[in-house]
């Protein structure tokens, strides 16, 4: 009789468990809220800390009842009579709407105080005042405001399809409103509008220039344009100015006062500033050059200076000169005019040397080279 086998023993384990029977498995957020539940512990130790001392809890109290009344307070004190701004000084403002910008800075400033002055507040009182570019505050407590104002001034009139607008040394439309009859002109196809800036490398330089031009030599200038050799300032008496380029504007200004300054200069129908140390000036055919020889020596009593009155006189002695040659705005014929050193003080030594030499440094044209072959040239000082 056969007997039924007994089934083999399984050798499969169970898998070992870590947790204990009855015990929970933790949350994945558990990390995430730990660091809350050590700050509410914290909170417990700190409010048990202060329940158990009596001076402190009154501390406390008298703090939180303290801080919103001294809140309230410095908002009071801040916007009250003995802070309120009742001085006020503006700085920087010198264009033609300098009453104008006075006026508007003032209004905004009394209704602030010394403890809460509002910048936003005073450059939108200016900003239909296109001359201001920009306001710095300097507040002076208890009473005192100081407003020091940058100005962006008109330096030349814009002109498009025969309509004329301000426009600033850097390019920003002023509006017509600012135009003047001693701007100087410059040509342009398109005007954006005011506040906006201008386009065109050739135009910018043409601002930069203007910008730089003393005040005395400013107010001389009838237009500037681009010419055969550049950046051609062109004065109101005839005489024109080759720049060349609006590099080093400041020396080129300089150098050309100098030349004016210079009684050698009279009648001259160009002066040439290309290189500042080296200005050559230039005379109509049929005249002669002023003898430079028998002016006043540099440092006498009697030698000119170099002041709006001096310099606008020299300007409307040119223009007898440059009625016999080329008209306003436009170049001299080549061959036309005899070329000249202008003395400066930078190029005395040069200039002793002879005037030719100076004149071949300065200009490359063909003026120059007419100047070369004509003979009247004036005598530097010294020769």
């Known amino acids: 009789m056969s007997r039924p086998l007994a089934a083999a023993p399984s050798r499969r384990r169970a898998a070992p468990t870590s947790r204990r029977r009855g015990s929970k498995e933790p949350s994945p957020f558990s990390s995430l809220l730990r660091p809350f539940t050590g700050a509410a512990n914290l909170a417990r130790t700190a409010a048990a800390f202060v329940l158990r001392r009596r001076r402190l809890r009154i501390a406390l109290l008298a703090l939180a009842i303290a801080l919103p009344l001294l809140g309230c307070g410095w908002l009071w004190f801040r916007e009250s ?13 010198h264009g033609p709407e300098a009453q ?29 005042l296109r001359v201001v570019r920009a306001v710095r505050i300097i ?65 910018l330089a043409e601002l930069t220039l203007l910008g730089a031009a003393p005040a005395p030599l400013a107010k001389h200038v009838e237009r500037v344009f681009s010419g055969a050799k550049g950046l051609t300032v062109a004065m109101r008496n005839g005489l024109l100015v080759y720049f060349g380029d609006a590099s080093r504007p400041h020396a080129k200004w300089l150098s050309l006062a100098r030349v004016l300054a210079d009684s050698s200069s009279a009648g001259a129908a160009y002066i040439d500033v290309r290189l500042p ?5 230039g005379f109509p055919a ?55 050193t202008a003395p400066t003080s930078e190029s005395a030594e ?3 040397q002879g005037g030719q030499a100076g004149a071949g440094q300065a200009s490359s044209t063909s003026e120059a080279e007419s100047a070369q072959a004509n003979p009247q040239t004036s005598p530097t000082p010294g020769g």
């Open 81 to 93: 009579s003995f802070v309120s701004v009742q001085r006020v000084q503006i700085t920087g403002v």
């Open 100 to 128: 104008a910008v006075d006026a508007a800075l003032v209004d905004a400033a009394h209704g602030m105080s010394t403890l809460d002055v509002s910048a936003g507040a005073l450059s939108a009182a200016v900003a239909p």
């Open 139 to 203: 507040p002076s407590f208890p009473h005192g405001l100081r407003i020091e104002v940058s100005e962006q001034l008109p330096v030349a009139a814009l002109t498009v399809a025969g309509q004329r607008t301000a426009v600033a040394a850097d390019g920003v439309v002023l509006g017509p409103s600012l135009l003047s009859g001693s701007l100087p002109s410059v040509v342009a196809s398109s005007a954006p509008a005011p506040g906006k800036r201008v386009h065109g490398a050739s135009l």
């Open 277 to 281: 140390t080296h200005p050559a000036a």
């Open 286 to 340: 049929g005249v002669t050059p002023p003898d430079a020889g028998a002016a006043p020596a540099a440092g006498s009593s009697e030698a000119p200076a170099s002041t709006e009155s001096t310099i606008a006189s020299l300007a409307a002695g040119l223009s007898s000169g440059s009625a016999t040659g080329s008209p306003t705005g436009t170049e001299p014929a080549s061959g036309s005019a005899s070329g000249t």
């Open 350 to 352: 040069t200039a002793s």
